[in-house]
């Protein structure tokens, strides 16, 4: 009898960490598949991804964020949105969990050798890229690449995830990091006023033209907002992002206008899917399965999607 694709492996929670209060929190979720021989299959590559069941409630789609290991290790950061992630965020150190995985293709860290990175992330895209960027700051990746540039952006400061990672990574000297939060809004939208104490608002009519005060690195503005402030250089370098839609078309915009091309800009699509190998095409854009081909894709080669779709 062949082997039923859909079938999850059982995986018990080790860990679970806390990583953002707010209105939409964010968990970490550690999970160890059960059966020892099927653990090193869980071997993946930073942008895969897994699809987590909740017996009993249904199954959804989060970036492996786990160092790639051969230990069945699977770690998963999972923002409470509906259904499943809101009984994912109910579970317990313990209990069980399905898991199928690792699919998709993957950020090709081995051809970005010798050039700079600057990873982007907005809201819950932070997790795709921090998949990446922790694997190009391990000792032995770090020397491989010129310089490390982090952006990073939530709507308020309870909503920023990894805040004892960030604490950290803005101690390291072999990296920059910049932080923004949301504008206070009013009724008609965003006020150009700080919403917290702490994080100086950038010029808003001008992003670019901000000075900076010496030894700042967190603000208050919209992440492409920032991506103007700090102007990212494009020579030898490659971008990785992943946020909301809208913040990725943003980001995009602020970068074409510091010179990027589309072929330096990769993100990961977080199309709706459902059985994650390519057989229903429910996560299709044209003629490319978003779970098979993607969900890693060059902004050039998603807007050659866009175009033919
Ligand atoms: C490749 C990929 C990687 C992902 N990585 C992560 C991750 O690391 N962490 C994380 O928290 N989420 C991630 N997501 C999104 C996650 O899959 C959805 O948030 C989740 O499936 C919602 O399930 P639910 O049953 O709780 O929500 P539902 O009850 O199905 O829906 C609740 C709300 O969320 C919206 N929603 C559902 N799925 C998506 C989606 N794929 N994109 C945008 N909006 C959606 C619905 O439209 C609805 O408004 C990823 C998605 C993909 C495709
Ligand atoms: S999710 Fe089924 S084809 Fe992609």
Redesign the pocket.
């Known amino acids: 009898m062949s082997e039923n694709i859909y079938k999850p492996h059982t995986a018990t929670i080790t860990d679970i960490q806390l990583e953002a209060g707010g209105a939409r929190p ?1 968990r970490t979720i550690t999970m160890q598949v059960d059966d020892p021989e099927v653990r090193p299959t869980f071997f993946h590559k930073p942008g895969q ?1 897994a699809l987590i069941s909740s017996f009993g ?9 786990s160092l790639p290991n051969k230990d069945g290790i699977v770690q ?13 965020h109910e579970l317990e150190i313990g209990d069980k969990v399905g898991v199928r995985g690792p699919y ?1 293709n993957h950020f090709p860290l081995e051809e970005w050798e010798g050039k700079n990175i600057v990873f982007i992330g907005a809201g ?1 895209g932070i ?2 890229v921090r998949s990446v960027y922790q694997v190009a700051l391990l000792p032995e990746e770090r020397k491989k690449f010129g310089n490390i540039t982090l952006i990073y952006g939530a709507r308020t400061p309870a909503d920023l995830a990894f805040k004892d990672e960030f604490k950290e990574l803005d101690t390291r000297d072999d990296m920059n990091l910049w932080l923004c939060i949301d504008w206070k809004f009013g009724p008609k939208g965003p006020t150009g006023e700080s919403s917290a104490e702490g994080w100086p608002a950038i010029n808003m009519a001008a992003p670019g033209e901000t000075v900076i005060p010496e030894g700042v690195n967190k603000f208050t503005c919209f992440v492409p907002q920032l991506v103007e402030v700090v102007k990212p250089d494009p020579e030898n370098s490659i971008v990785v992002t992943c946020g ?1 839609p809208i913040a990725i078309k943003f980001i995009t915009q602020a970068l074409e206008k510091l010179g990027w091309k589309s072929d330096q800009i990769y993100t ?6 459902k059985c994650g190998i390519g057989k229903c095409g429910r ?1 299709n854009i044209g003629d490319s399965y ?2 098979k081909h ?2 890693v894709y060059t902004h050039e080669q998603v807007k050659s999607l866009q175009n033919e779709f």
């Open positions: 964010i991804f409630t249904g199954e959804s789609v989060f970036a492996i964020a998963v950061s999972v923002m409470k949105v509906g259904n499943v992630t809101s009984k994912i998709g819950i997790s795709p909301p990961t699509l977080e199309n709706r899917m996560c978003v779970c993607g969900p």
